[in-house]
């Protein structure tokens, strides 16, 4: 009875032994485990934070393209309500050329400011038209202005954090597809000709007399393919809305009742350039650094003496 005692003691005692290391393992383990979570939730957040700030290290962007322009104003096509301001009488014929040039500033991933220059043609005639007067023009037209663009499906994907690396480092956090609608102010200039018959010329015809500059006020919608974190494409079909009624260099002044508007169709190709520490285009940050460090000559000092000018001055 003595030994089966003294084997119940050892055994109970090995038994509360392997319950306390058991239990302090299990305290190691439910410590180690709070600390991994709590490090995989800062390096997530961190990193989060990080691929979220990417776009800012491109935030500007230039771009160069070419499309259609397609002028409405009072010979041949019309921009009124019933034709639907104007596309009910696109007309191939009278769709002529437009070269682009842009430059983006992206704000945050919703909202940039973009500068926008544009040279382009247009052309008109009554002939097959509602108004067959005999009247006809072609306009070369520029125009500058400033847009503000709202993307409708943000430019940044939403790659998780512990993808936002590849085998040749930082990858593309771009979407490959993006849509914007943009809203502006700007200025253009015309410079019609005007053709015609003088047997039709009515007395309410006006074709002189008017300024060749006008406000515009652009709005339309956007569509971008993005190539990789540098180049992408860009489509805009634009709608120009005008304070002037004679880019066709001619108005009926008893029947004209809506202002000359047009068109832009462009594609362009643009690139993405990077953003140094202040702020600017880092090609133009170096530039201005490199012109900022050139020491110039102090015209206080004077330029040491040769020996023989130094003899020369003692005599």
Known sequence: MATNGVIFNFLRFLSSKMNGIIMWHEMRIRRLFKYSLLLFLISFYFSGSIYGQRWKLRRYE?????????????????????TWYGLKDIKLNETKMCIAGMGRYKLDPRYSIKLNGILAFGSGTDVGSRNDRGRSFKTTLFEFSTQLEYNLISDVSNTRSDAIFSRKGMANNYSTF??????GIGAAYFSPKFSYDPAQLESVDKFTGYSHFAAVFPFGIGLKYVIDDRWLMNAELGYRYTTTDFIDGYTQTSSSKHKDVYYFLTLSLNYRLKTSRSGMPSGLDRLFHKRSTIVKPNKATKKPKSEKEAKEGKN
């Open 62 to 82: 230039v771009g160069l393209g070419i499309g259609t322009a397609q002028v409405f104003g009072d010979i041949g096509g019309s921009a009124s309500p019933n």
């Open 178 to 183: 993006n849509a914007y609608a943009f809203i």
